[in-house]
């Protein structure tokens, strides 16, 4: 497997777990900056590589009434303002192929949202920006199915490619995190992210619930499988998120979790040799 790099960052073959971690949505500037501000402390402390993640716009909400971010334009400047006030790399989701270049000239890594994963011309549009591209694996695709995908970007002549897992849908009710599917998509020679967060939903309904209690488990057993990294909306007050508060992990919890998580890193390294 290729290494993948981003700034200072090497992603994959046994390098130190990457962190991408940040609210759900942009909710304000001040919010979005203090939780950067939080998590850039956290991650130096912790000497772990970190990119920040935050939405401009949640456009796949379950409901129309629900909040869906500050949109394009005002959300770009807060991401930009994060990244020169923080020196941090950022990652954001686009839908459409028209958010794809202006989001290319603030952002580090575009990220491809699950529901719009096999989406071709939006996966050629952000392959071509030579952006680090990050795409998250459908609840309806196989993990082995994720190499077509791999294969639409590469044909931008973009390496740059990471592949993340959130859960895959079997039937109705929770989603399912299968450990197979880390070695399996690392076949496609890309390192592979575990969403912690998004795969402890649980569909349906108005707004979409969740079993938070689950996420240590889950990432746990994620990074044994051998994840390269780990993704995870955190959030500081999660009764007053305005999405996704049923499993965007709590702030101030978040020190002991990803002590343990690179702890056990180290010891899957030493057992791999």
């Known amino acids: 497997m290729p290494d993948v790099v981003l700034d200072t960052i090497i992603i994959g073959n046994n390098h130190p777990l990457v962190f991408i971690l940040g609210p759900?949505?942009?909710?304000?500037y001040d919010h979005t900056m203090f939780m950067a501000e939080q998590l850039r402390k956290l991650t130096d402390r912790l000497k772990i590589p970190f990119i920040f993640k935050s939405s401009f716009d949640k456009a796949n909400r379950s409901s129309i009434d629900s909040y869906r971010g500050p949109g394009l334009e005002e959300g770009l400047k807060i991401l930009a303002a994060v990244k020169d006030t923080f020196n941090v790399p950022i990652l954001t989701d686009v839908h459409e192929t028209c958010q794809v270049l202006p989001v290319s000239e603030v952002v580090d890594v575009i990220q491809i949202p699950a529901f719009l994963c096999r989406q071709t011309d939006l996966l050629v549009a952000a392959g071509k920006t030579g952006k680090l591209i990050n795409v998250k694996k459908g609840q309806f695709v196989a993990p082995q199915d994720m190499q077509h995908i791999v294969k639409k970007i590469e044909s931008t002549g973009n390496t740059r490619i990471l592949l993340t897992d959130r859960g895959s849908s079997f039937g109705y009710?929770?989603?399912?995190?299968d450990v197979m599917a880390i070695p399996v998509m690392q076949q496609t020679g890309y390192p592979v992210i575990f969403d912690a967060t998004h795969s402890a939903q649980i569909p349906g309904g108005k707004t979409t619930g969740g079993n938070r209690q689950m996420i240590p488990y889950t990432t746990r057993a994620m990074v044994a499988a051998g994840a390269d990294g780990i993704f995870m909306e955190v959030h500081d007050n999660i009764n007053q998120a305005k999405s996704d508060r049923d499993t965007?992990?709590?702030l101030d919890r978040l020190s002991e979790l990803l002590s343990q998580l690179?702890?056990?890193?180290?010891v899957i390294r030493d057992f791999n040799g």
């Open 173 to 177: 009710g929770a989603l399912v995190s």
């Open 248 to 250: 965007q992990y709590q």
């Open 24 to 28: 759900c949505v942009i909710e304000s």
């Open 262 to 266: 690179i702890t056990l890193r180290s």
